[in-house]
């Protein structure tokens, strides 16, 4: 106030511009209005899998036009499909014709039609689905037998013996069955033994109220065994006379066996084993051969013997190759492929070790006709089968080059437009799917063209996967790219890498998406983990590191290959140790090796990882092809795996000898 204590002016604009402040920071901290269709749509989606409808339908309103606007009706129509009419579905079906929006909704609408039995209706649309799934596939039996078509039920068999929950238009076929007496408690058992080995356990106590009084598994035993298997064998008060007695002791083998084949196997040959039936002593010395040989012990071909004549899963089967393998057991690599069903027996994999046990085993001329099979094909084991062969490594020639036009007609696609529209909103998951979606049924000049493409639009993963699908005419330029290779390569080079190896790791790891996230939380071209990139980031002294760099292509490209390095060099140089434990960690690449000097092939064919054993196999095929394309040194595939020295073994050493047993081609 002044002297005539009347207030001041400076006060009065001092609290006037504290208000406007306050206001700008009620502004700022209030969340911004999507204002571009892309925001809107992104918004939109963000609605849909909260669950709240009416913000998507008012975001709808603002999409009219827009080329996604179609998934905002069809997540507005899924979410009341139950009560939606006939006429509405169609018309939306009809607007979406040949869609993949169009295949989701009617695959939704027949399983709302199944579960409310509108059989008629449900039988016009069935016909008009593409894909299959095994919802509606149940639901399409029980249509059947609606009309008295009794063969229907034996159908559901496949979905019985599946190692997952009954779909729930299967349930009252399955019942039915049971009911009829054409499924036993024989039947009972065996779904739950597959459920069981699966891990599914809550879907297994499901199925175990199908089993008769007698026979009933109480549920606190059977959850008390999946967690502590070891509480139930030790436990002198089991009534092995009784089948559910010994089902539980079969299924605490399966679990401890995980861990510990071997203490799963003195239970049984001590304790256990005199108790049990043939089959079911053939049942259990097949699991315990399957987790043995998962963990590359010898004992587990000594299992398979054991287990006899019981049948085997074609997971079983596949291990006990492995199994021989290891063991240099030939033999048993042939007598093992006479017992695979036919079309396992003639997978790559199996065609190739089939050869090489008729090459050791003196069968020249069978072993080259094997090989011959595969060795025009373009993987791992089609590239071994034509080194043994004495074929050369050479890239086919191109094809077809898709003219303009034919580039210009996947471009006017409405599927396309959408896939390369999600893309670009980093909507992958959806963007694969339309884009998948797109290229069903395409010839091989249809996808080069689609290929091309992608690769004008920077959708990398999606050229390389479709140039991929080809079948006669190929183009491996498209196949193997090689985008952002000013930073990967000169990262490689200081790091003292092999270029191909480097490049051919980054198309198993992200296909060259720089911004790519993994479910695990691995990110960018080279797919670094948290955890590492900071690690290496903190060894290469890299003051400016933030996670969100690690999309950038080239802190992605330094940090992956100084990782790369470090690997390669705690595994004395081997890229195909180093491939291992670039994806599951060096420890783990360590422990895979044998206590003998083992091919590297073998070596990559036994890793326990279904992932890792797919991974190294593609990253030193993908190699091969890159050092072609780069014109490097040509050096055979079976150079580059070289031989895996033994646990504690000298690496070096192994590869020196495996570089004399073969000299660059």
């Not at 929006?101 to 016009?124: I, P, S």
């Amino acid at each position: 106030m002044d002297l005539a204590g009347k207030p001041t002016i400076a006060p009065m604009l001092r609290a006037l511009m504290l208000a406007f402040a306050l206001a700008a920071l009620v502004v700022q901290a209030a969340p911004s209005r999507p204002q571009t269709q892309d925001e809107i749509f992104l918004a939109a989606h963000a609605a849909a899998r909260a669950g709240d409808y009416d913000k998507l339908a008012r975001y709808e309103a603002q999409l009219q036009g827009y080329l996604l606007e179609p998934y905002v009706e069809s997540w507005l129509l899924r979410a009341r499909l139950e009560d939606a009419s006939a006429d509405e579905v169609r018309a939306f079906l009809g607007r979406e014709q040949g869609s993949l929006l169009a295949e989701q909704m009617r695959k939704e609408w027949l399983k709302a039609l199944g579960k409310k039995q509108q059989w008629d209706l449900f039988r016009a649309e069935h016909p008009l689905l593409i894909g299959e799934d095994n919802d509606v596939a149940c639901y399409a039996l029980q249509a059947r037998r609606h009309q008295r078509d009794e063969s229907a039920l034996a159908e559901v068999r496949a979905q019985w013996y599946a190692p997952r929950e009954l779909p729930e238009g299967c349930v009252p076929l399955a019942e039915a069955l049971i009911a009829d007496g054409q499924f036993t408690s024989r039947h009972v058992w065996e779904r739950i033994r597959i459920l069981l080995e699966a891990g599914a356990v809550s879907a297994a106590w499901r199925t175990a109220a199908y089993l008769p009084a007698k026979e009933a598994l109480d549920r606190g035993q059977l959850f008390s065994v999946a967690a502590g298997p070891q509480r139930y064998l030790d436990d002198k008060k089991k009534n092995l006379s009784r089948r559910q007695a010994r089902e539980l002791a079969m299924f605490a083998l399966h679990r401890l066996a995980r861990s510990d084949p071997l203490a799963a196997a003195g239970y049984w040959d001590k304790q256990l084993r005199a108790k049990f039936s043939a089959e079911e002593q053939g049942y259990v010395w097949g699991q315990l051969a399957l987790h043995a040989a998962r963990r590359n012990l010898p004992e587990a071909l000594k299992w398979y013997v054991e287990a006899g004549d019981a049948p085997l899963a074609e997971e079983q089967l596949a291990w006990r190759m492995r199994a021989s393998l290891r063991q240099g057991n030939w033999n048993e690599i042939k007598v093992t492929a006479e017992k695979m069903p036919p079309l396992q027996r003639n997978e790559p994999a199996w065609i190739y070790w089939q050869g090489r046990a008729d090459l050791a085993l003196g069968n020249a001329t069978e072993a080259r006709t094997l090989f011959a099979r595969i060795a025009g094909e373009h993987h791992f084991y089609a590239r071994l089968a034509a080194e043994e062969l004495g074929l050369a490594f050479n890239i086919p020639p191109k094809g077809h080059t898709p003219a303009p036009e034919e580039v210009a007609a996947i471009a006017r696609s409405p599927g396309f437009r959408r896939a390369l529209a999600l893309y670009r909103l980093d909507q992958r998951f959806e963007s694969a799917r339309e884009w998948i979606w797109s290229i069903r049924g395409m010839d091989d000049k249809q996808l080069l063209a689609a290929a091309e493409f992608a690769r004008q639009n920077e959708m990398f993963d999606r050229a390389i996967n479709t140039a991929d699908k080809t079948l006669a005419l190929h183009d491996f330029s498209v196949r193997y790219l090689a985008p952002h290779r000013g930073a990967l390569g000169g990262h490689a080079r200081a790091r003292q890498l092999e270029e191909a190896w480097v490049l051919g790791l980054v198309r198993q790891e992200s296909r060259f998406a720089p911004t790519v996230k993994s479910s695990a939380g691995a990110a960018g071209l080279m797919q670094l983990m948290p955890a590492t990139a900071k690690w290496v980031a903190r060894r290469m002294g890299m003051r400016d590191y933030s996670w969100a760099r690690v999309t950038d292509t080239e802190v992605n490209a330094a940090l992956g290959t100084y990782y790369l390095r470090h690997v390669l060099d705690d595994l004395d140089g081997n890229p195909l140790l180093a491939a291992a434990a670039y994806n599951a960690g060096p420890g783990r690449a360590r422990r895979w090796r044998d206590t003998r000097p083992l091919e590297g092939a073998i070596y990559a064919e036994t890793i326990p990882f279904n992932e890792t054993r797919d991974y190294v196999k593609k990253v030193m095929n993908n190699t091969m092809y890159y050092a072609a394309i780069l014109g490097g040194q040509a050096r055979s595939l079976k150079m580059r795996l070289g031989i895996i020295a033994p646990r504690g073994g000298n690496d070096k050493l192994m590869a020196k000898r495996a570089a004399e047993e073969e000299q660059p081609q």
